[in-house]
Nanobody, 115 residues
Framework: QVQLVESGGGLVQAGGSLRLSCVASGSISNINIMGWYRQSPGNERELVATLARGGAANFADAVKGRFTISRDYAKNTVYLQMNSLKPEDTAVYYC?????????WGQGTQVTVSS
């Protein structure tokens, strides 16, 4: 089992920045992909960004050029740096990890962007 704990959400004005963190614990060896998804009220959960162990990154079109994703393997942590935030970025952000084709989720952290 892999446990994921997110932090760093909050309230920010449009144009501002936030950095989300997600720490993995438990069976953390062989975690391949780590990433972030988000879900806003009335909408399905959607991909934000992922980063594979080999370095391949994937971003949703809506966040390209504004968000970056990185991993600190020594700390078993994945980060999402969010810049130039927009009100439409408001959502609960969930950390995700893939290990041997099983997927694990964190509890989510709220990000609210005011206009």
């Amino acid at each position: 089992q892999v446990q994921l704990v997110e932090s760093g959400g909050g309230l920010v004005q449009a144009g501002g920045s936030l950095r989300l963190s997600c720490v993995a614990s438990g069976s953390i060896s062989n975690i391949n992909i780590m990433g972030w998804y988000r879900q806003s009220p009335g909408n399905e959960r959607e991909l934000v960004a992922t980063l594979a162990r080999g370095g391949a990154a994937n971003f949703a079109d809506a966040v390209k050029g504004r968000f970056t994703i990185s991993r600190d393997y020594a700390k078993n942590t994945v980060y999402l740096q969010m810049n130039s935030l927009k009100p439409e970025d408001t959502a609960v952000y969930y950390c995700n990890a893939e290990r041997f084709y099983r997927y694990y989720w964190g509890q989510g952290t709220q990000v609210t962007v005011s206009s």
